[in-house]
Structure formats: C-alpha cells, structure tokens
C-alpha cells in the first residue's frame, strides 16, 4: 500500500462522514433530552408566530424548561393559551417541568414558544433554529420547520389536523 492511497482513503472517509452528519435531520437531543416535532406556524407581516415542538425527558430526574431563544426572533417567551369565560388570552408561563421518562407538547391551542420580532425574510420552508434552556443547565437546540398559517401540525401529519388552533 502506498502513502497516497492510505491517505486518499482516510480523507475520503472524512468526506463520506461529513455528507452523512449534513444530511442528518434527526431529533435533536441532548444528554437525554429529546425535541421532536418541531414547527412554527408563520403569519405574515411580521406578526407572532407559534412555534411547536413534543420534547422527552429521557433522564431519570425531573426537568424543568425555563426558557427558549432563537437568533431569528428577536424575543421569545413560553406561552400558555388557557380559555377563561369562554375567552381564549396568553400566558405568560416560568417554568414546565418534565417528569422523568414524560414527555410534553407544545401545541396550537395550549402551551407554545412565542416568536416575536422575526428576523427578515423568514418564510414557509425554511428551517429556524430555536434552543430550548433547561432550569439544570442543559439547553437543547432543534431545527423547527417554519410552516404556512393554515398547518396545523407537523409536516408528517400533514391533512390531519382540524383548523382548531388558528390561535397561538
Ligand atoms: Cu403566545
């Protein structure tokens, strides 16, 4: 064998590893913590957006997330929409804890990650980065998947929902 072919082989090794991690879009997940799901209901007009996401707590303790953040929103906040005498209004929500081995989903109607002050040019189609930060210290970046107003899940579940969470 000779010096260039070891050395040919070796870099084309690296290359192949390469392309294989750039084409991996997986769940995010981070020392047992796992964001599925996610997807941001876009509006136009620089409105707020809702972004959604199923995350696992796949550790043996419980989690809390505190907080979320995007370098395309210029402010992001965790929401809860809650019906009160048959109004439906926002709030704003701390901290939600995670059980161990329990998962919970940010969804249309319920709790969601508000994105606000979107950067120029974020459309359908696209893909936003938001990270998610946990109350130990962990924080868990994912890939959201920005979608048309009318979506009303996550691009598998694409015709299955109902129109019911035309809310944030
Ligand atoms: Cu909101």
Known sequence: ???HSTFSRTAGRALAAGVLSLGLLGPALAAGIEVTDAWIRWLPANLPAGGYAKVTNDTDKEVRLVGASSPDYGMVMLHRTVSKDGMSQMLHVDAIPIAPH??????????????MQPRAGIEPGQTVPITLKFSNGQSVTAQFEVRKPTASGPADM???GDMKGMQH
């Open 1 to 3: 064998m000779t010096l």
């Open 102 to 115: 329990k998962s919970m989903a940010f969804t249309p109607g319920d709790y969601h990650i508000m994105l």
């Open 158 to 160: 694409k015709g299955m």
